[in-house]
């Protein structure tokens, strides 16, 4: 084996995600297809676990339809599409973040003066 090879229970562990994740990220065609040891086992390597790290990064933010999409493109060299599915994410997350900020100060603003009537 060679000693840029990653084990899969340590890819794991390293991102406190499941082997089982790690398999399904692969069948969705998330990350590159791992070669196979004779005995069937999965040989990653430092690019595959570049990938993983990325998926567990971006999924939480972007979600994982944005994240398919980006690494799907990312692996065919379409790196100039996938930053701007990046970029637009980001344009749609930046509206939702201040709705989100509007939405808090308005019910701040609404149990402020819930708590005046409460104290008058």
């Not at 990220?25 to 590159?32: C, F, H, T, W």
């Not at 998926?55 to 701007?84: C, H, N, P, R």
Request: proline share 3%.
């Amino acid at each position: 084996m060679m000693k840029n090879n990653v084990r899969p229970v340590d890819i794991a562990r390293r991102l406190q995600i499941s082997t089982s994740s790690l398999r399904n990220y692969e069948k969705r065609g998330l990350v590159p297809p791992a070669e196979r040891l004779p005995t069937g086992y999965r040989v990653y390597t430092e690019e595959h676990v570049a990938y993983f790290e990325c998926i567990v990064a971006m999924s939480t933010g972007f979600g994982m339809d944005i994240t398919t999409s980006v690494l799907k493109k990312i692996q065919i060299g379409d790196l100039d599409s996938a930053l701007w599915d990046v970029n637009n994410a980001q344009v749609v997350n930046s509206g939702d973040r201040k709705k989100i900020k509007e939405a808090f100060e308005y019910l701040d603003k609404l149990l402020g003066e819930h708590q005046l009537k409460k104290n008058c």
